[in-house]
C-alpha cells in the first residue's frame, strides 16, 4: 500500500496486452514478433504483466530467547525504503512458522535494499531486536508465470541477539528531571568504556520529591538509537554542596527498560546490563532566577547558608 496516497493503490489502469501468437525466433525477414490471431496461444496474454516484489516468511528455528523473561515471542518485519509490513507474533516459540506473504509494486520500489527483521516483542518497551537479513535488489530473480515458483531458503540472521558482535557501540547518555532533558555529546569512539566526562545542570526544588533519570542508547543507525539500560535515582540520595569541596563518585548499575513490571514466570534473576559512573550533587551556590534579568532584586544562592549577614532591617509602615 502507498503510505502516501493510499487511493493510487485502487485507480484504473489503461493496460495494451499484445494479444496473439508470437513468431519463433522473434518473426521472419525481419518482421514484428507478433501476428494477429483469433487464437491465444496462453491464458498469460491476456493479462499485461505488471511486475510486484514478493516477499514470503515461511518459518524461523533456534531463535536467542530473552536473558531477562527466559522466553522468546517472535515476529518479522519486511522494509523495503519506506514501506513496511509485519507478520503476526507468536507467544514462547523459538521455532515459530508463519508461512505469509507481502506484496510491493515495482513502480513504487525506490530502495536498492529489502530489509528483514526478526524481532522479540516486549510488554513494556520497545520491541528488541533479534537479526536480519539484507537482500540487494539487483540480485532478487524475476519469475514471469507460467514459471515455477521459487522454493524457500534458509538465511543466516546478521547481528544475531547473543553473538558476539564485530561492531562495538557508540553511546550516549540522556539525563531526565521533571520536563527537563539534556543529553551528552555522542561518544567519539566504538567502545565497550565509553567515557564522556561532561556537566548537565537542572533546576530542582525541595523536597526533592523528583527522580534524575538516566538512560544509555546505542547509536545503531543516524535516526534510530537502541537502548543499552536506564536507572531512576531519587534526587535525595545525592550529597548538598555549599563550598568548594569535591563531590565524591559512586557506580550505578543500570537495568533493561521494562523488566521493574514483568512478574510471575517472566521474570527471572536480573543482572545488571551495564554500569555507569556518576558524580552528582544538589548544588546550593547557584541562584536560580525567576524574574527578568534586567530587573532582578535577589541575587543571593540559593543555599541559605551561603547568604550574607544583613547589615540592617528597614520597617515599612502605611
Same mark, same amino acid.
Given at each position: 500500500?502507498?503510505?502516501?496516497?493510499?487511493?493510487?493503490?485502487?485507480?484504473?489502469?489503461?493496460?495494451?496486452?499484445?494479444?496473439?501468437?508470437?513468431?519463433?525466433?522473434?518473426?521472419?525477414?525481419?518482421?514484428?514478433?507478433?501476428?494477429?490471431?483469433?487464437?491465444?496461444?496462453?491464458?498469460?496474454?491476456?493479462?499485461?504483466? =505488471?511486475?510486484?516484489?514478493?516477499?514470503?516468511?515461511?518459518?524461523?528455528?533456534?531463535?536467542?530467547?530473552?536473558?531477562?523473561?527466559?522466553? +522468546?515471542?517472535?515476529?518479522?518485519?519486511?522494509?523495503?525504503?519506506?514501506?513496511?509490513?509485519? !507478520?503476526?507474533?507468536?507467544?514462547?516459540?523459538?521455532?515459530?512458522?508463519?508461512?505469509?506473504?507481502? %506484496?510491493?509494486?515495482?513502480?513504487?520500489?525506490?530502495?536498492?535494499?529489502?530489509?528483514?527483521?526478526?524481532?522479540?516483542?516486549? =510488554?513494556?518497551?520497545?520491541?528488541?531486536? @533479534?537479526?536480519?537479513?539484507?537482500?540487494?535488489?539487483?540480485?532478487?530473480? !524475476?519469475?514471469?508465470?507460467?514459471?515455477?515458483?521459487?522454493?524457500?531458503?534458509?538465511?543466516?540472521l546478521e547481528d544475531r541477539r547473543g553473538e558476539n558482535k564485530s561492531q562495538?557501540?557508540?553511546?550516549?547518555?540522556?539525563?531526565?528531571?521533571?520536563?527537563?532533558?539534556?543529553?551528552?555529546?555522542? +561518544?567519539?569512539?566504538?567502545?565497550?568504556?565509553?567515557?564522556?566526562?561532561?556537566?548537565?545542570?537542572?533546576?530542582?526544588?525541595?523536597?526533592?520529591?523528583?527522580?534524575?533519570?538516566?538512560?544509555?542508547?546505542?547509536?545503531? %543507525?543516524?535516526?534510530?538509537?537502541?537502548?543499552?539500560?536506564?536507572?531512576?535515582?531519587?534526587?535525595?540520595?545525592?550529597?548538598?554542596?555549599?563550598?568548594?569541596?569535591?563531590?565524591?563518585?559512586?557506580?550505578?548499575?543500570?537495568?533493561?527498560?521494562?523488566?521493574?513490571?514483568?512478574?510471575?514466570?517472566?521474570?527471572?534473576?536480573?543482572?545488571?546490563?551495564?554500569?555507569?559512573?556518576?558524580?552528582? +550533587?544538589?548544588?546550593?551556590?547557584?541562584?536560580? @532566577?525567576?524574574?527578568?534579568?534586567?530587573?532582578?532584586?535577589?541575587?543571593?544562592? !540559593? %543555599?541559605?547558608?551561603?547568604?550574607?549577614?544583613?547589615?540592617?532591617?528597614?520597617?515599612?509602615?502605611?
Amino acid at each position: 500500500m502507498n503510505p502516501s496516497n493510499p487511493q493510487d493503490d485502487y485507480k484504473i489502469k489503461d493496460t495494451k496486452p499484445q494479444l496473439g501468437e508470437r513468431w519463433p525466433h522473434g518473426g521472419v525477414r525481419g518482421g514484428g514478433g507478433w501476428i494477429s490471431s483469433d487464437r491465444v496461444t496462453s491464458t498469460y496474454d491476456l493479462v499485461e504483466q =505488471m511486475y510486484y516484489l514478493y516477499v514470503r516468511v515461511v518459518k524461523a528455528r533456534d531463535l536467542p530467547t530473552n536473558p531477562v523473561t527466559g522466553s +522468546c515471542d517472535p515476529y518479522v518485519e519486511v522494509k523495503l525504503g519506506n514501506y513496511k509490513g509485519k !507478520t503476526q507474533h507468536f507467544e514462547k516459540k523459538m521455532n515459530p512458522e508463519w508461512n505469509q506473504v507481502f %506484496a510491493f509494486a515495482k513502480d513504487k520500489i525506490q530502495s536498492t535494499d529489502l530489509e528483514v527483521f526478526v524481532r522479540d516483542r516486549e =510488554m513494556v518497551g520497545r520491541d528488541d531486536y @533479534l537479526g536480519k537479513v539484507v537482500f540487494d535488489m539487483n540480485e532478487v530473480p !524475476t519469475r514471469v508465470p507460467p514459471d515455477s515458483p521459487l522454493a524457500p531458503q534458509w538465511y543466516r540472521l546478521e547481528d544475531r541477539r547473543g553473538e558476539n558482535k564485530s561492531q562495538l557501540p557508540q553511546v550516549l547518555v540522556k539525563a531526565q528531571v521533571g520536563n527537563q532533558i539534556l543529553k551528552t555529546k555522542l +561518544c567519539p569512539t566504538r567502545t565497550a568504556n565509553p567515557f564522556w566526562n561532561e556537566d548537565l545542570i537542572f533546576v530542582a526544588a525541595e523536597p526533592f520529591e523528583e527522580q534524575l533519570v538516566l538512560t544509555v542508547e546505542n547509536k545503531v %543507525a543516524p535516526s534510530k538509537d537502541e537502548l543499552v539500560g536506564r536507572i531512576g535515582l531519587p534526587l535525595h540520595i545525592f550529597e548538598r554542596r555549599l563550598d568548594h569541596r569535591p563531590v565524591h563518585s559512586r557506580w550505578f548499575n543500570l537495568q533493561k527498560f521494562g523488566f521493574g513490571v514483568l512478574e510471575g514466570d517472566r521474570r527471572k534473576e536480573h543482572k545488571f546490563s551495564t554500569r555507569i559512573h556518576l558524580r552528582a +550533587c544538589l548544588e546550593g551556590g547557584y541562584h536560580v @532566577l525567576d524574574e527578568s534579568t534586567m530587573y532582578i532584586s535577589d541575587q543571593r544562592p !540559593t %543555599a541559605r547558608q551561603l547568604w550574607k549577614q544583613p547589615i540592617g532591617f528597614l520597617k515599612w509602615e502605611s
